[in-house]
T-cell receptor, first 116, second 110 residues
Framework: GAVVSQHPSWVICKSGTSVKIECRSLDFQATTMFWYRQFPKQSLMLMATSNEGSKATYEQGVEKDKFLINHASLTLSTLTVTSAHPEDSSFYIC????????????FGSGTRLTVV | SQQGEEDPQALSIQEGENATMNCSYKTSINNLQWYRQNSGRGLVHLILIRSNEREKHSGRLRVTLDTSKKSSSLLITASRAADTASYFCATGGGTYKYIFGTGTRLKVLA
């Protein structure tokens, strides 16, 4: 089945640095990917929709200059958390639409970001 | 917000009992999905039910959908300790942008 590989699975970084998270579709082309954030014991909140070859669409309240999304190819979307702060510590998950499956979707395994 | 709500927020049952979780949503949907998430881990897809379906089964799972009430339920029969996890519903519209519910934390006691 369609698999999305998300990397890294966890990362610790210092305040003020930037962190890049990759989401790669392994056996299909993902024209659309979604990025979610999850705080402890809370639900997943959609941050943005990443479209191959065009700008991402951000949900209300999500800072696009802080959470940079790049979807330069049909198999790779990246989320860069810029100038990270402790409050950015969270679990980030990507999801991709599987185009040949009308209801298709698949999720990455998530990235645990800790900013110290 | 389009986010759905689930109840109960937390549920604790004995092994062998059935667990029922409910999900309500606000907008029209193409389908609704249920996911499981073990603590600190990624999502595991459980089942998808389309808007024109009323009930679906998968092993010990039974999902119902009532589009008139904008609600769905997930029933886990004969629960096991390994079923301990958080369960989320996610609703998808035509854009395939899935909105997650608030989740139910299930604890199955051995």
């Amino acid at each position: 089945g369609a698999v999305v590989s998300q990397h890294p699975s966890w990362v610790i970084c210092k305040s003020g640095t930037s962190v890049k998270i990759e989401c790669r579709s392994l056996d299909f082309q993902a024209t659309t990917m979604f990025w979610y954030r999850q705080f402890p014991k809370q639900s997943l909140m959609l941050m943005a929709t990443s479209n191959e070859g065009s700008k991402a669409t951000y949900e209300q309240g999500v800072e696009k200059d802080k959470f940079l999304i790049n979807h330069a190819s049909l198999t790779l979307s990246t989320l860069t958390v810029t100038s990270a702060h402790p409050e950015d510590s969270s679990f980030y998950i990507c999801s991709a639409r599987v185009p040949q499956n009308h209801d298709g979707y698949t999720f990455g395994s998530g990235t645990r970001l800790t900013v110290v | 917000s389009q986010q759905g709500e689930e109840d109960p927020q937390a549920l604790s049952i004995q092994e062998g009992e059935n667990a029922t979780m409910n999900c309500s949503y606000k907008t029209s949907i193409n389908n609704l999905q249920w996911y499981r998430q073990n603590s600190g881990r990624g999502l595991v897809h459980l089942i998808l039910i389309r808007s024109n379906e009323r009930e679906k089964h998968s092993g010990r799972l039974r999902v119902t959908l009532d589009t008139s009430k904008k609600s769905s339920s997930l029933l886990i029969t004969a629960s096991r300790a390994a079923d301990t996890a958080s369960y989320f519903c996610a609703t998808g519209g035509g854009t395939y942008k899935y909105i997650f519910g608030t989740g139910t934390r299930l604890k199955v006691l051995a």
